[in-house]
Each structure stands twice: as C-alpha cells, then as structure tokens.
C-alpha cells in the first residue's frame, strides 16, 4: 500500500464532465520485424509476462472516507488482463484522419477508478499492415519520464526476443484491507500540522522571488513594452486566444513528425538546444493558426514547460515529480530566428526564476488541501466556467520528452512512433507533446473539438515550419510548399 502525493491527488481531482485526467500513447509498429506472426494474442502473452515488473498496472486507487486524505495505491485482488486489453480497428479505409477520430473518442472516455487506471487497445486497419497500440494510463500513476522508464520494460532492443507460449495468471501481493486504509489514513492526518508548517516554510523561502517577479510584470502589457520586456517579464495572464476558454467533453488529435537531425541542425546553425527549436516550432505553428483565426495578439504567447524534479535515486519511482515554468513563445516577432533568440533568452529567465524557488514547493503545497477541497474547486471552476472570463498565465502546454535514440521492438514488432495524447484543462484548450523516438520528433497535438476544429492544420505545419527553419539558417532546403506569410498588425486594424 502507497499513499498518493499531493501532485498525484491532484491529477485525480481535476476530473469532472469535461475534463480527463490520463495520458494516452500510441505506438505505431511494424509487425513484419517480429520472428512469427504479430497478434493480439501474442501481445496479450507479452504484456502479461512482464506484469510482475509493471506495478501501475496492477494496483488500483482506494479512497479514503469522506476525501479527508490522499488515496491509496493497493494491489488489485482481482486483476483480469483481459479487461485493460481491448483489441478494434480504424473504420473505411484506415486514412489518417479516421484513426485520429478514433483515438480521439478513445482517448476522450474516463478510466474506471474501481480497477487498474489504464487501458491498452491494439488497433488494426492502419494501412500498409502497420498495427498502432494505444494506452491509457492515468497521469496521477506516471509523468512524463516514469512514462519512458515504464515503456522500456515493455520493449527490447533485440526483436528475436521470444514470447512466452504460455503465461501463469498474475498472482497479486499482499491485499490491504479497508481497516487498513482507514488506519493509515488516520495516521497521516495526525501529521497535518507538520505538513502545513512545511508548506509555510515553502511559501516563506518563495515569497521574495514572486514579489520580485510581480512587481518585474507590471501592468498587463498594451504593446508598448520593449522586446525584452516582453520577454523576461511574466505576465499575471496570457493573451487571448480562440483556445483559451472552457472545454467540452470531446477531443480532436492530430500528430506529426520531423527529423531529429534536422532539428539538430537548426540547433547547431544558430548554437540553441533543442527544445528552443521544438519551441520555436510550436511558435510558427500558433502564428500561422492565429493568423487565419482572427489574428496574431500584440503580446507574445506564452507556454507552460514542465519540467522534471525527479531526484537521484526516484528514477524509477512511479508518480509525478514535476514542476513546470512559463516562458514566451515570442509569437510577436516576425524573423523566426529572432523569434528562436528570444525564446532562448526567456527560457533561460524562467529557469533561473524556477531555481529560485525551492524545488519542492509545488509537492509541499498540494500536500496540504484534502482530496474532498480540491475536487469540489475543480467543479466549481468548471460549473462557472471561469476560464471564460480570466485568462491563466500560458496559452498552451509544451512538453517535450526525450526517448530513447536506438530502435526498439515491441513483441518483435519495431516501434515506427511514439505519439503523445496529452490532457488539456479548462482554459488551456490546447496541448502540444513530443516525443523522441530512434531519430523522429513525434508531435501529438490535442484540443477541444469545438475550440480547435480544424487541428491537423497546426499538425501539418511542424514540417512547413521547420523547413523554413532550415532554409533561414542556412542548413537545407526551402520549405516544401508556401506558407502563408502573416498579414501587417496595422492593416487589420484597418480593416
């Protein structure tokens, strides 16, 4: 039996009507590297042979009574596979389109919290006898990188790694009881006073670096601000934009991949890293779509960037240990190396604000409200629909997520690409991962249905942007088609 922390709780009590609280991948594989024929079957025996070392997928949540503490993480006496393991194909004739509609209705449906927070669906029909593994898992079991460490038990390097012809049932450990629970959580709420001071201290040794950083703000900013201003200075909130509002229920997907060569080549023209380029991507690709949508803001968006806090020794620790920071996207500047300086330099800024705070502030604070308190905020915020109304600090959420550089084989079958499907919120109606996968960049775009119609726009864009990129910096050749170039601000005031 483990206890959730705060983080995770939290991941918990974001659900409601609209809003989801897992991570989804999806695998495209190609099945004739495996040594005998790829089936739902065959991976059914895979993936049970390794249960044992799986452990997120074997235990299930226990409430506490009442939402007075954090729940637990037991072991599921009664774990049937065969429930988590779903087998469909993509409608017609399996175009890219109707597979994404697919995993978007997939993806938009909740988990069932009184089993194993995961689903894993083999998925045929993709065309050119490619199969696609989709998995559901809930973001309060993994994160980011535990999602990476989870994925390399599953995968070998070697696709002549045999199957087990025959798998014993998973046999769980040992079975905790609710007088269990109930004891343990009695326990925890005896230490609450000490779990508030420490969030006091936390909020204490804070306090100086947000003063600092509010009074750096300002006033919300009306255009006349510097580019360094603009840049260094956080904003209470972001601009508006058409997917910053409220979410429904339903998702639209779309994904991309580009050349980690050719990333790295942009990166090393202009001596950036690669996640300024992946940002500076995500920035062409916002300015292209606002453009069409009702114009670019005066002020530059600004993106959430998780970042990891994992510690030495919790590499392999199931749960999150992340924090993130806001930093611009500089959609405001037209040259697109401008655009890649300037998110550079931000980045550098918010990083040196991240390290100012102590690193566990974010785990210390959501340690301290019960599960019952945020729940009933998350629902409160979402009846009212406040995000309407106020605008949060970042636009959109930008994670990227670096895999592993060499080629992998599921049951045999080589991993073609990892694509994310990651979970948007009230207010930030739009969620950009990427994935690194054996020299691709995989991009897994996701948005509200209503609020982001025509997505696979932004998706097609990653390579017309990085074209582009290339062709500025000197390193290859020009785009593949014409973009079009965004209009003047002084015209569509005009107009």
Do not use: C
């Amino acid at each position: 039996m483990e206890q959730l922390t705060g983080l995770d709780t939290s991941f918990l009590s974001m659900e409601g009507p609209t809003t989801v609280g897992h991570i989804t991948g999806v695998l495209v594989i190609d099945p004739s590297t495996a040594p005998e024929a790829w089936t739902f079957e065959r991976y059914r025996r895979h993936l049970l042979s390794r249960i044992d070392a799986l452990a997120p997928l074997t235990r299930r949540i226990v409430e506490v009574p009442l939402g007075l503490d954090r729940p637990y993480w037991v072991d599921d006496a009664d774990f049937d596979i065969d429930y988590h393991l779903r087998h469909v194909a993509v409608p017609g004739d399996g175009d890219r389109e109707a597979f994404a509609e697919l995993v978007s209705r997939i993806h938009a449906r909740p988990l069932d919290r009184r089993r194993p927070l995961w689903e894993s669906y083999v998925v045929d029909g993709l065309g050119d006898g490619r199969i696609a593994i989709l998995t559901k898992i809930h973001h309060a079991a993994i994160d980011g990188i535990s999602g990476v460490e989870l994925l390399s038990t599953i995968v070998d390097l070697d696709p002549a790694i045999p199957v087990p012809d025959e798998v014993a049932p998973y046999k769980p450990g040992s079975l905790d009881t609710p007088e269990d629970v109930l004891s343990r959580a009695l326990v925890t709420l005896a230490t609450s006073p000490i779990r508030l001071a420490r969030a006091g201290i936390s909020i204490g040794k804070t306090l100086p670096v947000l003063g600092g950083l509010l009074s750096a703000a300002g006033p919300t900013s009306t255009g006349s601000e510097s580019t360094r201003d603009l840049i260094s200075s956080p904003r209470l909130s972001a601009p508006s934009t058409p997917f910053n509002k409220a979410i429904g229920p339903h998702r639209r997907w779309a994904h991309a991949s580009v050349s980690l060569d050719d990333v790295k080549a942009v990166k090393n023209a202009v001596g950036l890293t690669v996640n300024d380029v992946v940002l500076g991507l995500v920035a062409g690709v916002l300015r292209t779509w606002l453009d069409d949508n009702g114009g670019i803001p005066e002020r530059p968006l600004a993106a959430m960037v998780p970042l990891s806090v994992r510690k030495e020794g919790q590499e392999n620790d199931v749960g999150n240990f992340v924090s993130g920071t806001v930093a611009t996207l500089a959609t405001h500047l037209d040259d697109p190396v401008e655009r890649l300086e300037a998110i550079h330099d931000g980045m550098r800024v918010a990083k040196e604000n991240h390290n100012a705070m102590p690193a566990d502030i974010l785990t210390d604070l959501t340690q301290v409200a019960p599960p019952a308190v945020s729940a009933l905020a998350a629902r409160l915020i979402a009846s009212t629909r406040l995000a309407d109304r106020v605008n949060l600090p970042f636009n959109v959420v930008v994670s990227n997520v670096p895999g592993p550089p060499v080629p992998l084989y599921l049951a045999g079958a080589r991993i073609e690409a990892n694509f994310p499907v990651s979970a948007i919120v009230d207010g930030v109606g739009l969620n950009i991962t990427v994935q690194s996968t054996n020299g691709m960049l995989d991009f897994g775009f996701v948005s509200d249905r209503d609020l982001v119609p025509d997505l696979w726009s932004m998706a097609d864009s990653v390579e017309v942007e990085l074209a582009e990129l290339m062709s500025v910096t000197g390193v290859a050749k020009p785009a593949p088609k014409s973009k079009p170039k965004p209009k003047p601000r002084k015209a569509k005031k005009k107009k």
